[in-house]
């Protein structure tokens, strides 16, 4: 029975991986030139490092003036000290409390996306990016950003189409990765570097417009 039991969640668990990586992205559009800088914003409550961070936002949670902000903060401090689990429980709850297409709900949901692709869950980065894309005109982090995910999940062809729509937007700046510190200066090197294999790919074969 306990052996029963072990392979029926292992199917479950195997199901859920290949849903994640079956998640329909839409195809790219010609230009992206939206900055969208109410979603794309680190949320920062309270300055600080450590146990008296911690403190300082719970108490901010509790009687701050933006408790939902204080929340989000907690969230990515414990996703960085590894306490994932935490991180996601209260992620789950500023989303289920905030709307969508708010200010503020698609802040959470992009950091949320990135603190999740950071613990290498790329597929749960990209399920959180996706509905993004349509409370924007043409975000101009979702070419880069899609690129890099689907280059992760090997889903190369997507990221390489999702490439040229940066590269047709600005087309001096997303054809030399030396300009990617600039371009994106809250990326860790590593995402650069794989960036610039999507790069690499893309000038081997850039795709067609449409």
């Known amino acids: ?20 990586h079956a998640q329909t992205v839409p195809k790219p559009k010609e230009f992206y030139f ?33 408790p939902t902000e204080a929340t989000a903060q907690l ?4 996703f960085s000290e590894g306490r994932v689990d935490l991180g996601k429980q209260l992620y789950q709850v500023l989303l289920g409390s905030s709307d969508a297409n708010g200010n503020l709900g698609r802040a959470f949901r992009w950091n949320y996306g ?3 692709y950071r613990n290498k869950e790329h597929a749960a980065a990209l399920e959180q990016w996706l509905p993004l894309l349509g409370t924007a005109g043409g975000p101009s982090w979702a070419p880069p950003t899609l690129a890099l995910v689907l280059w992760k999940l090997d889903r190369k062809a997507e990221a390489v189409a999702w490439y040229g729509a940066a590269v047709r937007t600005e087309p001096l700046l997303w054809t ?17 570097d794989t960036l610039a294999e999507v790069l690499g790919a893309w000038q081997a074969n850039p795709p067609r417009w449409p």
Request: charged share 30%; hydrophobic share 45%.
């Open 1 to 20: 029975m306990k052996f029963a039991k072990n392979m029926l969640l292992a199917t479950v668990l195997a199901s859920a991986v290949l849903s994640a």
């Open 34 to 66: 939206d900055e969208d800088k109410a979603a794309v914003r680190e949320i920062v409550v309270v300055q600080g490092e450590g146990e008296a961070l911690v403190q300082a936002l719970v108490r901010e949670r509790e009687r701050g003036r933006k």
């Open 75 to 78: 969230a990515h401090v414990a």
């Open 114 to 116: 990135w603190d999740l």
């Open 176 to 192: 030399d990765a030396r300009n990617y510190g600039s371009l994106l200066p809250g990326w860790q090197q590593e995402d650069r």
